[in-house]
């Protein structure tokens, strides 16, 4: 489960106490509502469905792909399912195959999502490790369906836009630029990126 109202708030704060230009969001757009995703092998299928492709054309890819298919909790459901019946839901021959590659770790068990590593970056690096998955949508899963604290996904385009006003900064700040301005945020990194969408008004999966 993601991060609570509680921790998003008590993180928020941290961060207003330390950061003008925090306050200053905080005061315009108020305390986001907590974004929690299941944990576990539907949360990273809908991560993969949502790749690339609006909120909205997502939500009815995921509603085809159930009707095609059948129970998406089960990797067996797609394990199963023909080439044929995930096109028709909408599915590139591409996310297609990122969709088998997913079923088949977890089915396998060399994926096991209810015993991730401990270690952010090593949780990352098991997650990357299936096809179709890469830093970004690791990061997503981490702190929306396992609720990591310190979680920052950087590399995410709303969130380098977002801060870099929140910030007043004249320019948006890269990636990189973006991993090291936040070391000072440590340990609320995740509530920094939440606040991020809440102040963009974006939806992420």
Same mark, same amino acid.
């Given at each position: ?63 085809? /792909? ?8 089960? !990797? @067996?459901?797609?394990? %199963?399912?023909?080439? #044929?019946?995930? $096109? ?54 981490? /702190? ?8 920052? !996904? @950087?590399?995410?385009? %709303?969130?380098?836009? #977002?801060?870099? $006003? ?40």
């Amino acid at each position: 489960m993601g991060l609570t109202a509680d921790q998003l708030r008590a993180g928020i704060d941290a961060l207003a106490a330390g950061e003008p230009g925090f306050a200053a969001a905080l005061a315009r757009a108020g305390y986001p509502e907590p974004r929690i995703r299941e944990r576990g092998y539907a949360t990273l299928l809908r991560t993969i469905v949502g790749q690339q492709v609006s909120v909205a054309a997502a939500a009815s890819i995921w509603r085809k /792909l159930e009707e095609q298919v059948g129970d998406l909790t089960d !990797p @067996a459901a797609i394990a %199963a399912a023909a080439d #044929e019946a995930l $096109r028709a839901a909408g599915l590139s021959r591409q996310k297609a195959g990122y969709a088998r590659s997913l079923a088949d770790e977890v089915i396998s068990g060399r994926l096991d999502l209810e015993h991730l590593p401990g270690d952010d970056e090593d949780a990352i690096k098991a997650l990357t490790r299936i096809k179709g998955i890469g830093r970004w949508s690791a990061e997503i899963y981490l /702190l929306f369906a396992e609720g990591r604290p310190d979680v920052w !996904p @950087a590399g995410d385009l %709303a969130v380098q836009i #977002e801060i870099g $006003r929140i910030l007043g900064h004249p320019e948006r700040p890269s990636e990189k630029a973006l991993r090291t301005l936040a070391e000072g945020w440590r340990p609320h990194r995740g509530a920094a990126a939440i606040m991020a969408w809440h102040h963009y008004k974006i939806e992420v999966i």
